[in-house]
T-cell receptor, first 119, second 116 residues
Framework: NAGVTQTPKFRVLKTGQSMTLLCAQDMNHEYMYWYRQDPGMGLRLIHYSVGEGTTAKGEVPDGYNVSRLKKQNFLLGLESAAPSQTSVYFC??????????????????FGPGTRLTVL | AQTVTQSQPEMSVQEAETVTLSCTYDTSENNYYLFWYKQPPSRQMILVIRQEAYKQQNATENRFSVNFQKAAKSFSLKISDSQLGDTAMYFCAFLPREAAGNKLTFGGGTRVLVKP
């Protein structure tokens, strides 16, 4: 199993350009997430999805859009990139929340990250 | 809303010694999970250890152990017999048991440098 993969690994954009980051998971997980990581601020949730065809806003959703047309894929779009969106982006996935007396189902599995620079 | 605070931006430790990272959190939830994630220079996020709030016994995973103080809302990580490969950013994270979507809240991270 490849786990969680992200495409691309690096990208440089000019202000105003658009792009899409692709996340794919092969673990049949229901939930998927997009985070951004900035120095000293940990990971902040941008958007998430609790199943195919669903999306929801996280902590910092402005300037981003997402889509989950297939269960295994979660796309993050920037319609008009801004320098403030320079960051490292992480995708993650996890099983659903049917607790069975164990925390194992709560674990999130992360992709390797995408470093995005907006000039 | 939950908040997670890691008050130590950076820590250094000699190889084979012990280092303890602090984490405090603020929540009104009674049932939840706490995690420590490791992020080495490769950027990959790796789960180190988890703690279930309803369990009084502190979790351990090999050289990693936690000191979970529910009343004080404290969740520290102890790394024993530190190895060079432990050099990384460490993030504390919180998950309410009934959270819709399994959404984690992360602390700001602590950078650990293990010196030879």
């Amino acid at each position: 199993n490849a786990g969680v993969t992200q495409t691309p690994k690096f990208r440089v954009l000019k202000t105003g350009q658009s792009m899409t980051l692709l996340c794919a998971q092969d673990m049949n997980h229901e939930y998927m997430y997009w985070y951004r990581q900035d120095p000293g601020m940990g990971l902040r949730l941008i958007h998430y999805s609790v199943g195919e065809g669903t999306t929801a806003k996280g902590e910092v959703p402005d300037g981003y859009n997402v889509s989950r047309l297939k269960k295994q894929n979660f796309l993050l779009g920037l319609e008009s990139a801004a320098p403030s969106q320079t960051s490292v982006y992480f995708c993650a996935s996890s099983p659903d929340t049917r607790w069975e007396g164990s925390g194992r189902r709560s674990e999130q599995f992360f992709g390797p990250g995408t470093r995005l620079t907006v000039l | 809303a939950q908040t997670v605070t890691q008050s130590q931006p950076e820590m250094s430790v000699q190889e084979a010694e012990t280092v303890t990272l602090s984490c405090t959190y603020d929540t009104s939830e009674n049932n939840y999970y706490l995690f420590w994630y490791k992020q080495p220079p490769s950027r990959q996020m790796i789960l180190v250890i988890r703690q279930e709030a309803y369990k009084q016994q502190n979790a351990t995973e090999n050289r990693f152990s936690v000191n979970f103080q529910k009343a004080a809302k404290s969740f520290s990580l102890k790394i024993s017999d530190s190895q060079l490969g432990d050099t990384a950013m460490y993030f504390c994270a919180f998950l309410p048991r009934e959270a819709a979507g399994n959404k984690l809240t992360f602390g700001g991270g602590t950078r650990v440098l293990v010196k030879p």
